[in-house]
């Protein structure tokens, strides 16, 4: 079960397609990059952050009471597993980049950037929850880990290069634990626009340049479900200064344009699928007849509209692949380019990497098992990963009170240094304690005492190593450890 601090709703109104939001490995052994190291025994009440960090490059930091990232967040920066040659998710990123040629490709934009870039240059009010400190890693007040690749919109607008472009970067947020939420995790944003004073005095109009750009996307004969209208006044408005017929123009290449990357990666997941099947002398799971199936459905971003997600019938469900909109003119105005008009999308890499190979854990991505990473290669078709094994898992639960201040899983708290419990600590928590050996962490009860008020909660952690087999008694002392964690780090009493 995940808890939200807010409700559904807001948070789909914040990064929504966070295809898959993930966690990260043996975070708890990771030691401080470069030379900052902080002992957490040493305090444990308060978090004991080192007053400046040194990240890759010899970037330097000042931090102040809003750092909350820990040393094995900040270990996942020189990893760069998007660019790693042959990893699944280097194939996964080139196999989309292949569908957009013309493009600029930049997958190497650094992760730290000011809370400006994160958040205000996009639109999103002071008071979003998504800037809580329970829910992004901060080094500063000023500074965080970039939640998303739209961090980079506005600037690379800026640059005004190329007339579309990639990004493809690691991205960082407090999140659950499970198998396919890890706190660091890869994104790609994409953006085409058009300048609407190319066209003057060429006698063409700017909806039918665009229009004979669709042309140019190759065909695809899937069958698309797209009931809405591209504009909807309350819905998904059209944007004051844009008009109906651009922008009619403008959806179609975004949807054109996504909707070929869809078939490109799960043509290959399919295959994938169907090969794997014809070795283990199975039925295919997807019938080479049975039409590939995408739908687009209405979104919410504060820095597009109108907005749209795609979603991808996979073997009976219907999955969010990604989010995508009509970028929001103030956000270009602000860029430097007024004059340009498009579109832009943002996916998460691991979700596809997951489908196209059938991965079943987030966690494994950042494995450096030969057993996980000789199966990948860019230059041999798809296949589907073979699990290696499975190694059993170790359940133990904790049940405590929350501090008598507190309220459970800590209602909308604004973002500062000083707020309540919050689900996501514990998942931290769980993390820093315990690396990549805590597959799961869920809240399997709670009650309020009738008499105190009090409310208990309950958590179970699921333990699995993906390499081995854990012995109880390992567990037993790291269960003990983040369980002593939970008393000091956030002031609850055990049952
Ligand atoms: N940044 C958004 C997210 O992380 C995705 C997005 C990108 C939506 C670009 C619209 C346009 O959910």
């Known amino acids: 079960m995940r808890i939200h601090t807010f409700p559904a709703a807001v948070c789909r109104q914040l990064y929504r397609p966070s295809l898959v939001r ?18 957490s025994s040493e305090n444990p009440n308060k978090s004991t952050f080192p007053p400046e960090i040194q990240l890759e490059g010899g970037r330097t930091y000042k931090t102040d009471s809003w750092m909350n990232t820990p040393a094995s967040i900040l270990s996942a920066i020189p990893r760069h597993l998007h660019l790693q040659p042959d990893h699944p998710l280097s194939i996964t990123r080139q196999l989309i980049e292949s569908r957009f040629p013309g493009y600029a490709y930049h997958n190497e934009y650094f992760p730290v950037v000011s809370v400006y870039q994160n958040f205000d ?27 998303h690749t739209s961090a980079h919109q506005a600037d690379t607008f800026k640059k005004n290069e190329t007339e579309g472009w990639l990004i493809s970067a690691d991205v960082y947020r407090r999140d659950a634990v499970d198998r396919s939420h890890y706190p660091v995790f890869h994104q790609m944003e994409g953006a085409r626009t058009w300048d609407r004073k190319s066209v003057e005095g060429g006698g063409m109009t700017l909806a039918e340049k665009i229009w004979a750009d669709v042309e140019k996307i190759p065909k695809h004969g899937i069958k698309v479900e797209d009931p809405n209208p591209t504009i909807h006044p309350e819905r998904n408005p059209l944007q004051e200064t844009h008009s109906a017929d651009e922008i009619e123009a403008v959806a179609a290449h975004l949807k054109r344009s996504l909707e070929d990357v869809v078939v490109a990666i799960f043509s290959a997941a399919r295959l994938a699928a169907a090969n794997a099947a014809k070795q283990a002398g199975l039925p ?54 007024p004059d340009r008009v498009g579109w832009a999308f943002g996916l998460g890499l691991e979700r596809i990497a997951m489908l196209l190979y059938s991965i079943p854990d ?24 073979v699990p290696f094994s499975k190694y059993p898992a170790c359940v133990k639960d904790v049940s405590f009170w929350l501090p008598t201040s507190s309220s459970a899983a800590g209602g909308n708290t604004p973002a500062g240094p000083n707020q309540g419990f919050h689900e996501n600590d514990i998942m931290e928590l769980a993390r820093e304690v315990c ?40 567990m037993n002392e790291m269960h003990a450890v983040f369980c002593k964690q939970l008393v000091q780090k956030l002031g609850v009493e055990l049952r």
């Open 435 to 474: 690396g990549d050996v805590v597959e799961d962490v869920r809240l399997v009860d709670e009650f309020v005492h009738s008499k105190t008020g009090r409310k208990s909660m309950c958590y179970r952690t699921n333990y699995r190593a993906l390499d081995r087999t854990l012995t109880n008694k390992e």
């Open 362 to 385: 987030i966690r494994l991505f950042w494995s450096t098992d030969p057993r996980f990473l000789t199966q990948f290669s860019s230059t041999r078709p798809i296949q589907r990963f």
């Open 284 to 337: 295919s799971p997807t019938t080479e007849e049975e039409p590939l199936k995408v739908r687009w459905v209405e979104a919410y971003f504060p820095f597009t509209s109108p907005s749209w997600e795609l979603e991808v019938e996979w073997q009976g469900d219907w999955l969010e692949v990604l989010g995508s909109g009509i970028v929001k003119q103030d956000l270009l105005n602000n860029s430097g380019v």
């Open 121 to 147: 240059s996009l639109g999103f009010p002071p008071d979003h929850v998504g800037r809580n400190r329970t829910d992004t890693y901060y080094l500063n007040k000023e500074t965080v880990l970039r939640t």
């Open 22 to 39: 993930i966690p990260r490995p043996s975070l708890a052994s990771r030691q401080w990059p470069c030379a900052i190291r902080y002992n």
